[in-house]
């Protein structure tokens, strides 16, 4: 199971503002920092700030800041959201599979995908901040 890039993107926008220490980085500082296109950082910050976990203030002085709801957001709620609520396998795509109404596989990958996002669950944003990956962050991408 590979994460879509803006799922993966999502979180280390959040971890880069969890080890943020005051500072409102910008969006444009964030992309460079990650060295990410400036417009997909851009799309994946809109979409965590319409998801509450962070608010970004126009203007002189403005910048990114994680909300409460962002610092201790569970890891796999910010994934769940991001990835949707869609199988790991298209069933139902343009050539839907004959075994669609009653396939023993696509019910056990389901169980795996909900145990993948449920191991997930219990960590926040601020859990994987935590030494080393904190201060190793900060250290590439300070701007
Ligand atoms: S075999 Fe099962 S899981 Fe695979 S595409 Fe067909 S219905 Fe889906």
Redesign the pocket.
């Known amino acids: 199971m590979r994460l879509l890039r803006s799922t993966d993107l999502a979180l280390r926008v959040l971890m880069r503002l969890a080890v943020a220490d005051g500072t409102t980085p910008t969006t444009r500082d964030v992309a460079a920092g990650m060295e990410v296109p400036y417009t997909h950082a851009a799309k994946v910050v809109a979409e965590l700030q319409h998801l509450r976990l962070l608010d970004a203030r126009r203007g002189r002085g403005g910048g990114l800041a994680l909300t409460e709801e962002g610092r201790t957001a569970s890891v796999g709620a910010v994934v769940r959201a991001f990835e949707g609520e869609g199988?790991v396998?298209?069933?139902?795509g343009s050539a839907p599979?004959?075994?669609?109404s009653g396939?023993?596989?696509?019910a056990a990958?389901r169980r795996a995908q909900e145990a993948f996002y449920a191991s997930l669950d219990p960590l926040t944003v601020r859990d994987i901040v935590a030494d080393p990956t904190g201060p190793l962050l900060l250290g590439i991408t300070r701007r």
């Open positions: 199988d396998v298209d069933c139902e599979c004959p075994l669609n396939c023993r596989l696509r990958l």
